[in-house]
């Protein structure tokens, strides 16, 4: 019913940018929220960024604030994450989300339960 499609991740010196994109596909209406999250190995899953699918108002985690930025396309139901000056320690499986939960904090979508729909991920890799 769902799909979502994360394409974009590949190698990258650091400092360097790409573009990762979530295509959606399926009963992609009720979306209120689609967000990015990432997971290195041995690690949890953590946020990244996060979109609100109406009015565009977006949030971001610390560690990428001023260097990641996450914007949508309506009419290709896709989310963007651009992502620039990047580091070793965003080497990570990067992995789109999409919510359907309808809440008023931003904080809720930080964590993954408010997210019932997972891509496969797209893994980034920055050499040093």
């Known amino acids: 019913q769902v799909q979502l499609v994360e394409t974009g991740g590949g190698l990258v010196q650091a400092g360097g940018s790409l573009r990762l994109s979530c295509a959606a596909s399926?009963?992609?209406?009720?979306?209120?929220?689609m967000g990015w999250f990432r997971q290195s190995p041995g690690k949890e899953r953590l946020f990244v960024a996060a979109?609100?699918?109406?009015?565009?108002?977006?949030y971001y985690a610390d560690s990428v604030k001023g260097r990641f930025t996450i914007s949508r396309d309506n009419t290709k139901n896709t989310v963007y994450l651009d992502l620039i000056s990047l580091k070793s320690e965003d080497t990570a499986v990067y992995y789109c989300?999409?919510?359907?939960?309808?809440?008023?904090?931003?904080?809720?979508?930080?964590?993954?339960?408010?997210?019932?729909?997972w891509g496969q991920g797209t893994q980034v890799t920055v050499s040093s």
């Open positions: 989300a999409a919510s359907d939960q309808l809440f008023s904090n931003d904080n809720v979508y930080t964590v993954p339960p408010p997210y019932h729909y």
């Open positions: 399926g009963r992609t209406f009720s979306f209120a929220v």
């Open positions: 979109i609100r699918w109406s009015s565009g108002s977006t």
